[in-house]
């Protein structure tokens, strides 16, 4: 076969070196070409674009003599390469000029709570939305729920009821959305965490956490210069949250190192809304501490706050016994004031001064904050005198033992020589500093929980740290009636085989049973459920739970305990399920023991 004639393609002549004084004729592309691209820039473009060069072969095989065809092509593509990056950069500029926007990491709350509404006015509602992620069953159940998303997903968060493997949700993919709340043209984008050649360290653009690592982000866009359309969206958002997720808390929990997968200290889960009369307590001690935490989160206290100079902040102690509600009535108070309730475990013995400060830093303004068993994590009096704080004039008291010591299951012994305490990196100063120093956020409310109060150091629980404690006490006969009727009676109401007039007889008698002021809620409880609804069962039970429960030696009672304390398996597996990177692994149920 014949060699193809290929046509030549003009180069622009050398350039002319010219001598000092001598005239030199300047090549000139002519105005009229016969072409409608110089040479030159077909021969840059097709340096640049290899395959323009088999296209133009290609071409010049199928239409050996018609040039016109490849000339509007290359054309097109030079009109391409030079428009492109200028309307890029015009884009570019119109936008930091002529728009307002913010960038928020992706585990942020608030971001959350932008990604909740976008989910479910723009995506769900979205008539062209061709890509989004999409999760269904547990695993959408799970997504949601790392999205504060309602657990039933986005029909039940409309108020309908549908069986939750049914639900498919759909959040914004990584990507871009337009939409228009009211007249406000408003870009959404979320962007994924750059790793590798375009990572942070490497030079590239992504939001980064305090530790340089990279971090999944959303930005929203606006046109304006103010930002206070944007801050008003992100103040929509979050009222939408609360109108919708009535049925949920969002309950934080603080680990102890930075989570691989959101970069951030606190891992966050969803959990069913907790209602204050599910938990059984002194109902003056109740009315006190709900009217208390109301009146502090009113304008007129922070109002009253701000005038008097003094910091906004509130701090409770709640102390008892282990089981009797100390925790369920913290969440069931952040459900009714509508926050997030933020879980801080002292106890893990791998918490340092400088990751507590780090974790108060990250709270948001409005929040509940719970130390648990304060007095088991190890800060006694020692640390403070081998810290900065001054000492402190404590009384000892005939009940604290001098260093607090947790048993093997994490409760006190208090008849028992103390267990050695656990190695433990937060020190008095550290706490102080960390729940009300200089650089500690405002507006949160406090509360720390412990077995055994007399341990604590004054300092620790002085007046504007700890403005009310709270008896956890045994259950009183009123107590034990109400929990009767709630975990028997309504099961068996529901199921039309007793009248109330009958279960409230059936309470009356299993509250003369059961002592008064011996047994905590969780003991209680644990008896009830397992007669599962029924009232007959209780009542021919209880006085054997009774005696056995109430001669049990503290010894029978720690083996007990013992048993419900997760194998070691369990117990060596939960770290790493908190240094999880992916959802998928987290999911509930994906359990990977080696
Ligand atoms: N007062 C109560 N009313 C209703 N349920 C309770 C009460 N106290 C405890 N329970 C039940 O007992 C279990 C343990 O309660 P919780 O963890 O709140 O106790 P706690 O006092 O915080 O214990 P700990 O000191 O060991 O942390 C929960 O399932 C809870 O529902």
């Known amino acids: 076969m014949p060699p193809i004639a290929m046509p030549p393609i003009a180069m622009p002549p050398k350039p002319v070196k010219a001598a000092r004084g001598q005239q030199v004729e300047l090549y000139r592309e002519p105005l009229t070409t016969p072409g409608l691209v110089p040479s030159y820039m077909k021969r840059a473009i ?15 095989r199928v239409q050996p003599g018609s040039g016109a065809t490849i000339e509007k092509f290359v054309a097109l593509v030079a009109l ?11 884009k570019i500029i119109f936008l930091r000029s002529f728009t307002s926007r913010i960038s928020i990491s992706e585990h942020d709350p608030v971001a959350q709570e932008i990604i909740q509404w976008v989910s479910a006015e723009v995506v769900n509602k979205g008539l062209l939305s061709t890509s989004a992620t999409v999760m269904t069953g547990d695993m959408g159940r799970f997504g949601a729920e790392a999205y504060g998303l309602h657990p039933g997903g986005m029909s039940q968060l409309r108020g309908q009821s549908k069986r939750q493997s049914d639900e498919v949700n759909c959040i914004p993919p990584v990507g871009k959305k337009f939409f228009w709340v009211g007249f406000r043209p408003f870009l959404f984008s979320r962007t994924g965490a750059v790793i590798g050649p375009k990572s942070p360290q490497a030079g590239g653009r992504s939001m980064v956490d305090y530790q340089g690592t990279p971090q999944n982000a959303i930005v929203l866009l606006t046109p304006g210069w103010s930002l206070h359309p944007l801050m008003d969206f992100v103040k ?18 603080s680990s102890s190192r930075v989570d691989p997968y959101s970069g951030h200290l606190w891992s966050t889960v969803v959990k069913a809304r907790r209602k204050l009369d599910t938990i059984d307590m002194d109902a003056a001690s109740k009315a006190e501490l709900v009217s208390d935490a109301e009146y502090y989160y009113s304008e007129e206290s922070k109002k009253f706050f701000a005038d008097c100079g003094i910091p906004y902040r509130r701090g409770y102690l709640f102390y008892g016994p282990p089981g009797t509600g100390k925790t369920s009535f913290s969440a069931a108070l952040a459900g009714h004031l509508s926050c997030d309730l933020y879980l801080i475990n002292l106890a893990t013995g791998d918490v340092t001064d400088g990751h507590l400060h780090r974790l108060f830093l990250a709270l948001p303004r409005k929040c509940i904050v719970v130390i648990e068993d304060i007095d088991s994590c190890g800060i006694g009096r020692e640390q403070a005198t081998a810290s900065n704080e001054p000492k402190q004039t404590r009384k000892p008291s005939a009940t604290a ?3 607090l010591g947790v048993m093997p299951n994490g409760m006190y012994s208090p008849g028992q020589p103390p267990a050695a305490p656990k190695r433990n ?11 009300d120093g200089n650089a500690s956020a405002e507006g949160r409310l406090l509360i720390m929980t412990s077995n055994n109060p007399d341990g604590l150091d004054e300092a620790l629980t002085r007046p504007g740290r700890i403005d009310l404690k709270i008896c956890f006490g045994k259950m009183m006969s009123k107590a034990i009636y109400d ?38 809620p969780a003991q209680v409880q644990s008896f009830l459920q397992n007669c599962r609804g029924d009232p007959i069962k209780a009542m021919e039970g209880v006085d054997a739970w009774v005696k056995k429960t109430r001669d049990q030696s503290p010894e029978d009672a720690m083996k007990e305990s013992k ?14 399920y908190h240094s999880m990177a992916t959802p998928l692994e987290r999911a509930p149920g994906f359990v990977m023991i080696e």
């Open 80 to 90: 391409y390469k030079v428009v492109w990056p200028v309307w890029s950069y015009a």
């Open 46 to 60: 097709a340096d640049a674009i290899p395959m323009i060069e088999v296209v133009q072969r290609f071409l010049a």
């Open 563 to 576: 048993l419900l304390v997760p194998p070691p398996e369990v117990t060596e597996f939960l770290p790493r």
């Open 425 to 435: 990196m937060v020190t008095l100063s550290g706490l102080l500093n960390a729940i």
């Open 483 to 520: 929990i009767f009727k709630r975990l028997i009676g309504r099961a068996a109401i529901a199921s039309k085989q007793y009248t109330e007039h009958q279960i409230e007889e059936f309470a009356s008698s299993f509250s003369e049973k059961v002592p008064a002021n011996t047994f905590t």
């Open 236 to 253: 929509y958002c979050h009222e939408y949250r609360l109108i919708n997720m009535t049925g949920t808390t969002n309950i934080y929990f």
């Open 401 to 403: 033992p001098a260093v």
